[in-house]
């Protein structure tokens, strides 16, 4: 199976892209069955969601090719962990934006969470959760909380126990659900 690690942000200098690297490398070693891969959302360059039919109605057949290819990486994926940092006080326009483009790319996968900002980033989070049940997402309830003054060396997260705890018992979860959906 399949996960794929969104990195959320598509801002120059995003710290999303370390983020995503360090839950890669939490990823390493997990065992058969899951094969990780980082989603740079800021590499599809998806476009803002200007569709006069609703991407649901589209039936996975879109007009511009960066809308394709991120489709293609989506529906490629059996499960997500979001990597998100919170934006006033919520969740990131640009992966709100990729994410309204799609449907039945998302439909009944299950999706985690790791976000991150001065108050742990868990606003974003808990949006993310509401937006993901549109679909039918299983949301994992274990999460990554990573404060921006005491959880970073420079872009990239610690890896103290505390952390890599949370990132295991996120993976774990995930990983559950993701075989009982199988
Ligand atoms: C437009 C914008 C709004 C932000 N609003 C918040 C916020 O409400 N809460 C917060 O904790 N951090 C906020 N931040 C700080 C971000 O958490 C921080 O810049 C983080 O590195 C952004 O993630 P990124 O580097 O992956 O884009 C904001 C940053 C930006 C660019």
New binding site residues.
Partial sequence: MKIGIIS??V?E?????A?AKWVLDGAAGRGEGFEYEVIELADFNVPLMTSPTPPGALGGKYEQPEVRAWSDAVAACDAFVFVT??????I?GGFKNAFDWLAGEWTRKPVAFVG????H?V?AVEMWRLVVANFHMFDVRAAVALS?FTDFDGRTPKSTEQLTGQRTAMLDELEFIARRLA
Avoid: M, Q
Avoid at 116 to 119: E, F, K, R
């Fill in positions: 959320g942000s801002r200098g995003r710290r999303s892209s983020v940092p919170e934006y006033n006080h919520g990131p991150y900002g001065a108050n980033g606003r921006l």
